[in-house]
């Protein structure tokens, strides 16, 4: 026996299965954790950051000092997105983040108003 690998053998899953960094714990729904929704770690959130797994831990780091999206919370952690949203409940239920949604798309306004609008006010003031 050696204690060589066989070359054709290779690790191809990951050494950690995506069910113990959850504990189980199934996806939020999907429109509570957009890719664009903005997260942050509360002022409290270093003094529990103990307790976190190391997963939870490292998205809790991420988040210190500023806003960054989810997507890319998922990009720097290299966790999969639906992982993610999962850490993210775990640490807003815990209080340690806030989740600011994002802005929603303006909505189209009838170009026949914005005309009328924009003669109104030529005709006030004369430009």
């Known amino acids: 026996m050696t204690d060589e690998p066989e070359p054709g053998l290779e690790l191809t899953s990951a050494l950690v299965p995506l069910f113990v960094i959850t504990n189980g714990r199934s996806l939020p729904p999907e429109h509570a954790y957009e890719r664009t929704t903005l997260v942050s770690a509360s002022q409290d959130a270093s003094a ?76 006030r003031f004369g430009a």
């Open 48 to 123: 529990e950051a103990r307790t976190l797994s190391p997963e939870a831990r490292q998205v809790l780091e991420l988040v210190t000092g500023g806003f960054l999206s989810v997507a890319e919370v998922a990009a720097h952690t290299h966790l999969p997105l639906g992982i993610v949203r999962i850490l993210l409940a775990q640490l807003e239920e815990r209080g340690l983040i806030a989740a600011r949604k994002p802005i929603p798309r303006a909505e189209h306004v009838d170009r026949d108003v914005l005309n009328a609008v924009l003669d109104g006010l030529r005709a």
